[in-house]
């Protein structure tokens, strides 16, 4: 299961993205003071972080992200109550953004009101609809209950409708590991590492990806074995969606993992997996993640890219060696990516219902 404290974390990501945006609208003094606050914050300094945020909440008191950075400086501190007190008056008025909403509700929930906290939820998916945010914190509060599927169900609503957002990425990623689906393992990992490719997260989903291509290189609970007799090409014969078509595609790939499975033996299995798909199923299953690897084939960046998603998980000595004896073709995937990032669609492969 995943822990209720992921709620906390995804308010920690969407508070740090969304500071940036707030300040163009502040004076230049309370810009700086909530600047200065945030720092304070980070480093778990959460005295000076108030004293800081309400002087500037004195200076500008309609300012919906000092009312919202003052109300989390307050729950990181323990005093969940304080917090509550700053952060009504907020959610009672028209001017509630998104990330007021997830907030409030995380209060509620840390002072065991899970019935407003998922009141709130719900007020602030009426007003934004398409909020990825909104629907993380839904789910991660059903995953936390143990509703498993329900929380699925609003993880993959939150990708699409907001595909752009990483962490209902992360946690649908986690949780289809958990239910033995590896090929949305390995989808949902992917691009989430893409769209968050800095963070404790990213180096979880990393190894969660080897782990997903064990599981999906191995016999499941109930899946089983060729017949006998059967061809080397009858179990990959059934490609009628998307998931069939990835295990089709696998499938033949595999002789490239002849040593085992390391990451130079998975850039291998991964570049013929490409080009069987793009050969046989890009038209049928369009996918900007395939799309997007597809490029980095063409382009010549896509061992530097393989070594970046498993390198240092896999084996971080051979790792160093490859950066070393490959320093100027890793500079240069390095300064591609940051020219070319990934960027979800809406259209994307999604899982049945």
């Known amino acids: 299961m995943i822990k209720l404290a992921s709620i906390l974390l995804a308010g920690t990501l969407v508070f740090t993205t969304y500071h940036a945006k707030a ?25 000076n972080a108030i004293m800081m945020y309400s002087q500037a909440v004195r200076q500008a008191p309609g300012e919906v992200t000092l009312r919202r950075d003052l109300a989390y400086a307050y729950y990181l501190s323990g005093d969940a109550k304080k917090a509550k007190e700053i952060i009504d008056p907020v959610t009672g008025s028209s001017v509630a953004d998104e990330q007021t909403y997830q907030l409030a509700s995380v209060i509620e929930a840390k002072l065991n009101n899970r019935g407003k906290a998922k009141k709130l939820l719900n007020e602030g998916l009426g007003k934004f609809p398409n909020s990825g945010v909104l ?3 839904k789910g ?3 995953n936390a209950e143990k509703y498993d599927k329900d929380a699925l169900v609003a993880w993959n609503t939150g990708i699409r409708v907001d595909p ?12 289809y590991y958990e239910q033995d689906q590896p090929v949305w393992t390995l989808t949902y990992g992917e691009i989430f590492i893409n769209l968050e490719p800095a963070t ?3 180096t979880e989903i990393k190894k969660l990806m080897i782990e997903g291509y064990r599981k999906l290189l191995s016999p499941g609970k109930d899946e089983k074995l060729p017949d006998f007799n059967a061809s080397s090409g009858a179990a990959a014969a059934n490609d009628r969606n998307y998931v069939a078509a990835y295990k089709a595609a696998i499938t033949r790939s595999a002789p490239a993992i002849t040593e085992g499975l ?12 490409m080009l069987e798909w793009m050969q046989r199923y890009a038209n049928r299953y369009p996918s900007t993640l395939f799309t997007y690897q597809d490029k980095m084939l063409l382009e010549g960046h896509y061992d530097a890219y ?11 000595q051979e790792f160093s060696v490859w950066i070393k ?29």
């Not at 304070?40 to 959460?46: A, F, I, T």
């Not at 998975?266 to 013929?272: A, C, D, N, V, W």
């Not at 100027?328 to 219902?353: G, R, T």
């Open 23 to 47: 300040q163009d609208d502040l004076s230049p003094e309370v810009a700086r003071m909530q600047e200065n606050a945030r720092t304070y914050l980070n480093r778990g300094d959460y005295a």
């Open 135 to 137: 629907y993380n914190s």
């Open 140 to 142: 991660n509060m059903l």
């Open 164 to 175: 752009g957002f990483p962490l209902n990425y992360y946690s649908a990623a986690k949780a």
């Open 200 to 202: 404790t997260r990213t």
């Open 262 to 273: 390391n990451t130079e033996t998975l850039t291998m299995l991964r570049s013929r997996f």
């Open 306 to 316: 393989n070594q970046w998603l498993f390198g240092a998980s896999d084996n971080s």
């Open 325 to 353: 004896q490959n320093a100027k073709n890793y500079v240069a995937f390095e300064n591609w990516k940051k020219s070319n990032p990934l960027q979800p669609a809406v259209s994307d492969p999604k899982p049945l219902k």
